[in-house]
């Protein structure tokens, strides 16, 4: 079903068991509405262009395979999520938390923008939900703090952050950290960036290591160790910024770990 142009001002729209909904331009407010949009058993939703606002939330989706929202003035209105595989948000101005209410498989915001303090991800429902993937593009927090999950009934397994932009006295928190997986090794002479949105500590240990630099996420660069004959690693520890690179050149291969700072 594609709706063009179909509905303005107050408005709710609902349907269940379609197999493709698409809504185009659509100019949906918030005064005194749930939610503009109300999806069950669905297996896929797009929503291009437009606003799409509601009070409470903009959006309640249940049993839903896939939703993509772009170019929409979602504005980070806050959403319903309950048994959805995927979700990509072009851009979320965040005001309201993305409610888990139900196992999420992935979400993609492509970019986040936070001024106030504010959480992202939060649940209503008293049992434990699982994120199994939460990816950002770009990360801009320009004041206060911004706290990735405000409930401890969210597992997220895995976090990928490309590009941070924190905000002199801004901040991210929640209670989200997990161990960091620990990347393969990169070759000799290849950066490695931390796309987690917290501090980790590298451990290196074994093989022969001539020079280490760090690229902090300003662009800034700091040799931190550099000797022609190459030193054996027995452990030594580094500590990456969210967005930091390290990036290090060997002539035996050595081993890392990654820890949470």
Do not use: C
Request: charged share 10%; no cysteine.
């Amino acid at each position: 079903m594609d709706i063009v142009n179909s509905f303005n001002d107050n408005a709710m729209f609902s349907l269940t068991g379609f197999q493709r909904i698409i809504l185009y331009n659509q100019q949906v407010y918030s005064e005194g509405i749930y939610g503009t949009l109300n999806t069950e058993n669905t297996r896929h939703v797009s929503v291009l262009g437009g606003n799409l606002w509601g009070q409470l939330y903009a959006f309640y989706l249940n049993n839903v395979g896939s939703i993509l929202i772009y170019g929409s003035n979602a504005g980070g209105a806050g959403g319903v999520l309950s048994n959805v595989d995927y979700v990509y948000i072009d851009n979320y101005d965040v005001y309201d938390p993305l409610q888990i209410n139900g196992d999420v498989g992935y979400i993609h915001l492509d970019n986040v923008n936070s001024v106030y303090n504010l959480t992202l991800l939060n649940t209503q429902g008293n049992s434990a939900v699982t994120v199994a993937k939460l990816k950002i593009g770009y990360l801009n927090v320009s004041a206060n703090t911004l706290t990735l999950s405000g409930s401890s009934l969210i597992t997220i397994n895995d976090i990928e952050v490309d590009t941070f932009n924190i905000a002199s006295g801004a901040a991210i928190s929640g209670q989200w950290v997990n161990s960091p997986a620990t990347p393969s090794l990169s070759a000799s002479g290849t950066a490695q960036k931390n796309t987690n949105p917290y501090t980790v500590d590298i451990y290196v240990t074994d093989g022969v290591v001539t020079q280490i630099v760090i690229t902090k996420s300003s662009g800034s660069t700091y040799v931190i160790m550099n000797n022609a004959a190459g030193i054996t690693m027995s452990g030594q520890g580094y500590t990456l910024q969210p967005g930091d690179s390290i990036t290090m050149w060997y002539s035996m291969v050595p081993t890392w770990v990654w820890l949470v700072a």
